[in-house]
């Protein structure tokens, strides 16, 4: 895992969840989260900044949401960290997840997914 420091006067969003779907032999679904109502099984984590991850919903869709714009633009370092998998078995893995980012210019220059 890399270590990512996010400094931005932005928001970004995950909604639909994340989904890992393992195949091979069987596809299995590893890991399902639509954060419908909670951060379900993720954990956020703040390590530089007061803004953290958090759940919140608009227009019914619930979604993971982390926000490093108050009034200023502040520094951030946050994780939302999923619970622990296991690959050990599986031959190929596929990742689905949708996002949203508003605020910026080029949203692929501070943000980053690690698996």
Do not use: R
């Not at 996010?6 to 679904?29: H, N």
């Not at 949401?65 to 633009?73: A, F, L």
């Amino acid at each position: 895992m890399k270590n990512s420091t996010l400094s931005f006067k932005k928001w970004l969003v995950v909604t639909a969840g994340l989904l890992f779907i393992a195949s091979g032999v069987s596809a299995a679904t590893i890991l399902s989260e639509t954060f419908a109502t909670s951060l379900g099984s993720f954990t956020p984590v703040s390590v530089k900044g007061d803004q953290v991850w958090y759940w919140s919903s608009y227009s019914g869709t619930g979604f993971a949401k982390v926000s490093g714009y108050t009034n200023v633009q502040n520094l951030n370092e946050d994780w939302l960290i999923s619970p622990s998998m296991d690959f050990s078995d599986v031959q190929k893995a596929n990742l689905s997840f949708q996002n949203c980012h508003k605020y910026g210019l080029y949203p692929t220059w501070n943000m980053s997914l690690w698996v």
